[in-house]
């Protein structure tokens, strides 16, 4: 049996297509592969484990066929080595190098970001001082055949089976020669990850991820700080990305070698501690996030003082934190802390004073002060418009909540254009599946709904849904939010059931997420006129979230509210009363007397003799911060 008809009669085996990816068409090593397969019987699934584990002895073992008698892959690649080495020793090392990173997609600044190391090689700073020097060793390589170019990009690739064999002879050398190219290439990457601020910040992190994914696994020392700078960088890379699960890991393995080499206090140690607090804050981990937050904050001020752009970062994301928890007064005092430092350290237009302008916004909102808030948006778009362009990342989230805050004031034309034109640019700068882009196709089906476009809002959910599942996974938060959203459509009890299933199932019973869904079930039982579902549903929601976020936030008093309603519809006005006095007490308090929330309660309350109006609120949409 030919090779061509074992694959032919296996081409639905998703091995078969594993192993095709790390031959990559290469013929001898097809044949090698075929021949193996067809004198032994193996099956594909078992050769790719071969490959894997043995793959010096499967390639020299193996007989390919008369056609290739007069030498094999090995012999060839080994006589081409031993020419450069004698030719420029150091190209040799750079060829061992480059296979530690994704074979398909490396440039000079992703390799020369390994100079961060205070250990580098010899032959490493001879070759990476200059683009030129860079490129007249790799000119060598691919003399031989052994690297391509790809010239529209500006990169090089190396086919994959060739990687496997340097890899191979990479492996023959001593531990501490190997764990050195493992270092070079893992700091390359964690160094080379560029901060939001930067123009460009969404392509190069995508070019990244690969490699991300590559160099993360191999063996290091614990001697080298550069390293655990390097997993914080990969850290950061997968936050930005959404992969949280990946970046907990990340910042845990840089945080503990960073507590070991430098001590707790150290100031690489706490920005790594800092953005341990982002990533729970993401998580909805708030508690965990506030402890992070408050032990950066205090070794700051201890280290740099209270007005180091550092601390300030710390005192920002406590503010952002405290927001998310209701606390809104603790909020707006870290957000002026923060701004009124950052205008004297870095100007009124530096970016991390317009990140305040604009978080200050977010909190104006929350407040019911819609006016502050768009002044602020307002101001925060025209600076990031100047600073960084119309289209960059940042811009583009002061121009969704700008969308955010239209809608919820009912200007529906506005915030359909500031949600296009933030779609529009996320869809450019970081693809369509990503999760910004993602969370402004939510917020459109919301608007879309409001509209009463439900067509559209099913196709922005079932969008928005599709792509939360493919990033995320069915479980993620992102993911059951657009379920819950999905759930005010249609079939609505079987989307919330499965939202609440996965929310127990990935945040547990008493996440404020969890608590949201629960909510919203006892409303469709309300209105399907099952009051006793309803009222232990809502009893949950209020007994979780009394816990979580305490009685007067104001997610809790929404539960509140709701029970008031319940109550008024069954005629119980006693317990409908003490409801809508509780939620009215809880709003003027939290929002003033005049927000729009507080004067809905208190018209209910003045209604109770009247004929209830079934006007149900419903929490507000989420609003995303990234830092």
Request: with cysteine; glycine share 8%.
């Amino acid at each position: 049996m030919s090779v061509g008809n074992n694959i032919k009669n296996i081409e639905s085996d998703p091995d078969t297509h594993a192993l095709t990816g790390r031959l990559d068409g290469l013929p001898l090593a097809i044949v090698i592969a075929g021949a193996f397969i067809h004198e032994t019987g193996t099956s594909i699934t078992d050769y790719l484990r071969y490959y894997e584990e043995s793959w010096y002895v499967l390639q020299s073992q193996s007989s390919p066929g008369r056609q290739y008698q007069q030498g094999n892959l090995l012999q060839t690649w080994m006589i081409s080595y031993r020419k450069i080495q004698k030719q420029n020793p150091n190209a040799a090392e750079l060829l061992l190098l480059l296979a530690h990173f994704d074979s398909r997609d490396i440039w000079y600044e992703l390799v020369k970001s390994a100079s961060h190391s205070s250990n580098t090689p010899a032959w490493f700073d001879s070759i990476t001082p200059t683009g030129l020097t860079f490129k007249n060793c790799m000119k060598i390589l691919i003399g031989f055949s052994l690297i391509e170019t790809k010239q529209q990009e500006g990169s090089y690739t190396m086919h994959p089976v060739i990687q496997d064999w340097c890899l191979h002879i990479a492996n023959l050398r001593t531990n501490a020669n190997l764990i050195q190219l493992n270092e070079l290439a893992l700091i390359s990457v964690g160094y080379a990850v560029p901060g939001e601020d930067e123009r460009n910040y969404a392509k190069i992190q995508r070019r990244l991820i690969p490699h991300a994914n590559y160099v993360r696994h191999g063996d290091v020392s614990r001697d080298n700080v550069a390293v655990w700078g390097a997993f914080h960088g990969l850290g950061l890379l997968y936050s930005n990305q959404g992969k949280l699960k990946e970046a907990e890991q990340m910042y845990q393995r840089a945080l503990a070698g960073k507590e070991k080499a430098l001590g707790p206090d150290h100031t690489s140690t706490l920005i790594t501690v800092n953005n341990l607090g982002n990533l729970y804050k993401d998580q909805g981990k708030l508690k965990e996030a506030e402890r992070m937050y408050q032990r950066a904050l205090a070794g700051y001020e201890e280290a740099l003082g209270p007005d180091h752009t550092s601390t300030l970062n710390t005192v920002n994301n406590l503010g952002n934190l405290y927001s998310d928890q209701g606390k809104l007064k603790e909020a707006e005092s870290m957000y002026q802390r923060a701004l009124a430092g950052y205008k004297k350290a870095l100007g009124p237009d530096h970016t991390s004073t317009l990140n305040t302008v604009n978080y200050l916004g977010l909190l104006y909102r929350d407040q019911g002060k819609p006016e502050e808030a768009e002044r602020m948006y307002q101001r925060a778009l025209a600076g990031k418009e100047k600073a960084l362009g119309p289209d960059h990342t940042s811009t583009l989230f002061t121009v969704n909540n700008l969308g955010l805050l239209y809608r919820d004031q009912g200007k529906l034309k506005e915030a359909e254009q500031m949600y296009r034109r933030a779609l529009a640019g996320y869809e450019k700068a970081l693809g369509p599946d990503h999760i910004s882009t993602l969370n402004t196709v939510n917020y459109l089906g919301l608007l879309y709904r409001d509209q009463g476009k439900l067509k559209g809002a099913e196709q922005m959910y079932q969008r928005a849904l599709a792509g939360y599942e493919e990033a995320l996974g069915p479980d993620h938060k992102s993911t059951l939010f657009t379920v819950n959203n999905l759930g005010k459509l249609k079939e609505a009890e079987r989307m919330y059931q499965r939202a609440l299933a996965g929310k127990e199932k990935t945040l547990g019973p008493d996440h404020t997420s969890t608590l949201f869904t629960v909510n919203n079930i006892g409303n469709l039982y309300s209105d399907q006129g099952k009051p006793k579902e309803a009222e232990q549903m809502y009893q949950r929601a209020l007994a979780g979230k009394e816990k979580a976020l305490g009685p007067d936030h104001t997610s809790t008093l929404f539960t509140v509210n709701n029970l008031g309603i319940l109550y008024s519809d069954q005629g119980k006005l006693k317990e409908a009363e003490r409801m809508y006095q509780r939620a009215l007490a809880g709003y003027e308090k939290a929002l003033g007397p005049d927000h729009h929330k507080t004067q809905q309660v208190a018209d209910r309350l003045s209604a109770l003799v009247k004929p209830p109006t079934r006007r149900r609120q419903e929490m507000g949409s989420r609003t995303f911060r990234r830092k």
